[in-house]
C-alpha cells in the first residue's frame, strides 16, 4: 500500500522515518538496560533507565508530532487553527514541549545518579538551582508558544540546554578527575563511558538549537543536518552507557573504588 505525503510535508516524512529508525534502536537499548536491571537491581541502573526513560518518550512524543501534521495535511504550527479543540495540547506537541519536559526531568535523574557516583558532600545550593531552572524551563516550555514566533522556539531550545549543560558539564568533569584516580581497567572504563554519555546529551541539545537558529536566521523549515546529529547523539548516549557502565562487571560502585584508591597514595 502506497503512503500518499502531502505536499510540502516531504522533508517531515523523512524526519519520520528517521526517528522511526531511533525509536527501534533505542527500544532495543533500553531493553537491555531493563533486562539488566532485573538481574541486579541497583539504584544507579535504575537512575540511568529513569534518564534514557524519559528520552526514549521525548523521541516517540517528537515522532507524534510529525505523524499529526502529515495525518492532517498540516504544514506546520504555524498552519494550525486556533480555533480547533485541545488547541494546546496539539500546540505543545507540536512544539516538542511536551518532549522538552520529559527531557528536563531525564537531565534531574541524571544529577541524582551524578550525586551518588561522585559527590561525597552534595551541595544544597546546587540541588536548590536545578530545582528552580527545571520549573522555570518547564514552565516557559508550556507556556511561551505563539505561532509564527521562531525566537520563542529558540529561547525554549536554549533554556533546556541551560539545565544539560548545568547537569552535564560537572558530570564530565568529575567522570574525568574519577579516570585519572582509578587504575582497575573496568573502572575507567566506566567513567569514561559516563563522560561519552554526558557530553552526547549535550550535543542534542546544542544540534537542536543550531538546527532552530539556521530557521531563524534563513527562514528556512529547519530538518537540517543538525536535526539529525541531535538523535544520533541520544543513540550515542544510551550506547555508550549500556556497554561502558551498565554492562561492566565491577565488584565496588565507583566511589568505593576511588576511596580505595586514595587510600593507597596516602
Given amino acids: 500500500m502506497s503512503i500518499t505525503i502531502p505536499p510540502g510535508l516531504e522533508k517531515t516524512y523523512i524526519g519520520l522515518l528517521y526517528e522511526t529508525g531511533i525509536i527501534f534502536l533505542f527500544l532495543i537499548l533500553l531493553i537491555l538496560i531493563i533486562i539488566h536491571y532485573s538481574k541486579k537491581k541497583t539504584v544507579n541502573t535504575l537512575l540511568l533507565l529513569g534518564s534514557f526513560t524519559g528520552l526514549f518518550v521525548a523521541i516517540i512524543f517528537s515522532w507524534l508530532s510529525k505523524f499529526y501534521l502529515i495525518k492532517n495535511g498540516i504544514l506546520g504550527f504555524d498552519d494550525l487553527d486556533p480555533n480547533i479543540p485541545n488547541f494546546w495540547f496539539i500546540s505543545v506537541l507540536l512544539q516538542f514541549r511536551i518532549s522538552f ?15 551518588k557516583v561522585f559527590d ?8 536548590l538551582i536545578l530545582i528552580i531552572l527545571s520549573i522555570a524551563t518547564i514552565l516557559f516550555a ?3 508558544i505563539e ?13 533546556v540546554l541551560v539545565i544539560m549543560t548545568y547537569v552535564y558539564v560537572p558530570f564530565i568533569i568529575a567522570s574525568l578527575k574519577m579516570y585519572r584516580i582509578l587504575e582497575e581497567t573496568q573502572y575507567k ?3 569514561l563511558s559516563l563522560s ?22 534563513f527562514n528556512s523549515e529547519g530538518y537540517t543536518f543538525f536535526y539529525f546529529s541531535a538523535w544520533a547523539f541520544s543513540i550515542i548516549a544510551a550506547f555508550a552507557a549500556y556497554l561502558g557502565y551498565i554492562r561492566t562487571s565491577r565488584k565496588k560502585s565507583l566511589k568505593e573504588e576511588k576511596n580505595t584508591e586514595q587510600e593507597k597514595q596516602i
Fill in 196 to 217: 561519552a554519555m554526558s557530553f552526547s546529551f549535550i550535543m542534542v541539545f546544542v544540534s537542536f538549537l543550531a538546527d532552530r537558529l539556521i530557521m531563524l536566521i
Fill in 101 to 115: 519536559v520529559l527531557l528536563v526531568i531525564a537531565a534531574d535523574f541524571t544529577y541524582i545518579l551524578k550525586v
Fill in 120 to 127: 561525597d558532600m552534595p551541595k544544597k545550593i546546587e540541588r
Fill in 189 to 191: 572504563r566506566a567513567t
Fill in 147 to 159: 505561532q509564527r514566533n521562531v525566537l520563542l522556539d529558540v529561547l525554549s531550545f536554549l533554556s
Fill in 142 to 144: 508550556l507556556i511561551a
